[in-house]
Nanobody, 128 residues
Framework: QVQLVESGGGLVQPGGSLRLSCTAS????????MSWVRQVPGKELEWVAD????????YYADSVKGRFTLSRDNAKNALYLQMNSLKPEDTAVYYC?????????????????????RGQGTQVTVSS
């Protein structure tokens, strides 16, 4: 079973930046699509972004498009989410996940929510 460990969260002022990292026990040598999702307590998971196996294709939720950049380094079994121009509404626990098969975009969060996904995550708080 792949172990995913997120890091890089913290407290930042509106307009600031953070870089989240995710390391995996094995990234299947670039054979897995990966996603970031986030969750505010009491609310459902929200899809943030997807990246394909080689890292040449990325897809973003409209709420983060133009502000967040998703990348991966398969040699290091690592996934990165660069978050710029952060807003208070970006406050959430962020999770990196192996994208469920045959889904993409918002359906990623829907599937994970239905499966009762539980991960470690990293807390991002945007506040002045």
């Amino acid at each position: 079973q792949v172990q995913l460990v997120e890091s890089g969260g913290g407290l930042v002022q509106p307009g600031g930046s953070l870089r989240l990292s995710c390391t995996a026990s094995e990234f299947a040598s670039g054979r897995s699509r990966m996603s970031w999702v986030r969750q505010v307590p009491g609310k459902e998971l929200e899809w943030v972004a997807d990246i394909n196996e080689r890292g040449c294709g990325t897809y973003y939720a409209d709420s983060v498009k133009g502000r967040f950049t998703l990348s991966r380094d398969n040699a290091k079994n690592a996934l990165y989410l660069q978050m710029n121009s952060l807003k208070p509404e970006d406050t959430a626990v962020y999770y990196c996940v192996r994208t469920p098969p045959d889904v993409s975009g918002p359906l990623v969060a829907t599937v994970l929510q239905s499966e009762g996904y539980r991960g470690q995550g990293t807390q991002v708080t945007v506040s002045s």
